[in-house]
């Protein structure tokens, strides 16, 4: 474990390896006082409640307590924090519903759940969290409709609800979210068709769509950018659209598990990169 001393709080990229941290900010009372600001206990096989006493650290910006064994719920303790933006308890065991209290929370930009035991619809509190930057809230027991308090999220880049159990469509307020970079809805129980709006996104770089009905036509993506897209097993029929073989930046395309039509171009097959799938038996 690491324990550093900074006056400034860096958020560090989730994906990188694993660094446990207590970090410290020393520049309190003419740089006579330290504070913790940044608390990170990763994979350390941590059992028992999430613990509410940790709201005595009120100074702290960063909590990262996932991939461990931890039970019960976010406590209601931890919106006495008024400086917490990051709050990552992905890979435990906690469960019931989300809280409701989420107005607190006034600078939370990271908010991840996943792989818990979470349950219940998503209360439409956490459309007050309007600074968040990325919501995961993928592989839980998550049932409902997605509050339409949500679409006031207008500063989320990511967005991942994966593997859950929701119903209805997917909502055409995601086109209000202009800065969204990311956005993963693998087997989320959302069902077509695929908003008009949300294919107007122009700063996608990552979509993913698996295992549900009522995408029949291809989108017409207006992003330029796209890296990733898997639109797989969506229901799709008809030609894919021929912008996909030109997207300058895609390197990674799933199209399998549809009826799609027509030929792949030429260019494509010719400059074809690993982890591209158009399911060739599929195409007439």
């Given at each position: ?198 294919a107007c996104l122009e700063n996608l770089i990552d979509l993913r769509i698996s295992d ?73």
């Amino acid at each position: 474990m690491r324990f550093t001393k900074s006056n400034d709080h860096k958020q560090a990229d989730r994906n990188l390896e694993v660094n446990n941290t207590i970090a410290c900010d020393c520049s309190f009372n003419n740089n006579m006082t330290c504070h913790i600001t940044e608390l990170s206990l990763v994979n350390l096989t941590l059992v028992g409640k999430v613990p509410p006493k940790l709201a005595k650290l009120r100074h702290l910006r960063s909590i990262d307590l996932s991939a461990n064994y931890l039970t019960g719920t976010i406590p209601p303790e931890w919106v006495s924090m008024p400086y917490l933006t990051f709050i990552w308890l992905c890979g435990n065991r906690l469960s019931g519903n989300l809280p409701t209290w989420w107005q607190h929370f006034k600078n939370l930009k990271f908010l991840g759940v996943e792989g818990n035991q979470f349950s219940g619809t998503i209360p439409d509190e956490l459309g007050n969290l309007t600074k968040l930057v990325k919501l995961d809230l993928a592989s839980n027991q998550f049932t409902g409709s997605l509050p339409i308090t949500l679409a006031r999220l207008v500063n989320l880049e990511q967005l991942w609800i994966s593997d859950n159990k929701f119903s209805g469509t997917i909502p055409a307020y995601i086109g209000k979210w202009s800065r969204l970079r990311k956005l993963s809805l693998h087997a989320s129980g959302l069902k077509g068709p695929f908003p008009d709006a949300v294919a107007c996104l122009e700063n996608l770089i990552d979509l993913r769509i698996s295992d549900t009905t009522g995408i029949n036509s291809f989108p017409v993506l207006s992003s330029k950018v796209i890296e990733t897209l898997i639109l797989r097993n969506v229901g799709l029929s008809g030609p894919i659209p021929s912008y996909i073989w030109k997207l300058p930046n895609r390197t990674r395309l799933y199209l399998t598990g549809n009826m799609l039509s027509g030929n792949v171009e030429s260019a494509f097959l010719i400059n074809n990169k690993p982890n591209m799938y158009v399911s060739p038996a599929c195409m007439a």
